[in-house]
T-cell receptor, first 113, second 115 residues
């Protein structure tokens, strides 16, 4: 089974609107972390936001928030007030306390002016 | 504090040549991870190293690929006798601790093109 599933290959959003990027995960480990990274066309991986499995509240970082639904094993990224510079690939990732990150296949977000 | 550094940023090799990719972790980080990103895909784990030790190489192809992280100097990912299928972006990440749930800080990647 896939550890991280991102079902939206591509998404479009109007500038200044909010958009939700979906991510579901699979783990039997009670302790894990969920991460979102942004990869613009230049190729670097930019850390956006982190959610720990034991965190009681949803993580927020500026315009980014993580809608964490533990029972459903989902960790959707919400970007509010989209900007043209938000156009990029977005990757959801999970770490179970081991050595590696597991990445999803990514969602390509295009912000329309 | 400088981030994770990788060089070269772009590397072109002909089939059969060797590719050497370098990664300098963030200052104070002694844990290095290598990932490969094929076109249109997410990152896939290759290997995890600490200074002078390979801890987990479960994602590394059994042949032609090797990695090291010497006591002094950067971590090196070496690909011998490259083939077209090795064309990908190779990312290095570092973290200050092993395991746990700490963020891994990624370098800018090396884009390898095999002609």
């Amino acid at each position: 089974a896939q550890k991280i599933t991102q079902t939206q290959p591509g998404m479009f959003v109007q500038e200044k609107e909010a958009v939700t990027l979906d991510c579901t995960y699979d783990t039997s480990d009670p302790s894990y972390g969920l991460f979102w990274y942004k990869q613009p066309s230049s190729g670097e991986m930019i850390f956006l936001i982190y959610q720990g499995s034991y965190d009681q509240q949803n993580a927020t970082e500026g315009r980014y928030s993580l809608n964490f639904q533990k029972a459903r094993k989902s960790a959707n990224l919400v970007i509010s007030a989209s900007q043209l510079g938000d156009s990029a690939m977005y990757f959801c990732a999970m770490r179970e306390g081991g050595n590696q990150f597991y990445f999803g296949t990514g969602t390509s977000l295009t912000v329309i002016p | 504090n400088a981030g994770v550094m990788q060089n070269p940023r772009h590397l072109v090799r002909r089939r059969g040549q060797e590719a050497r990719l370098r990664c300098s972790p963030m200052k104070g980080h002694s844990h290095v991870y290598w990932y490969r990103q094929l076109p249109e895909e997410g990152l896939k784990f290759m290997v995890y190293l600490q200074k002078e030790n390979i801890i987990d190489e479960s994602g590394m192809p059994k042949e032609r690929f090797s990695a090291e992280f010497p006591k002094e100097g950067p971590s090196i990912l070496r690909i011998q006798q490259v083939v077209r299928g090795d064309s990908a972006a190779y990312f290095c990440a570092s973290s200050p601790t092993s395991g746990g749930l700490d963020e891994q800080f990624f370098g800018p990647g090396t884009r390898l093109t095999v002609l």
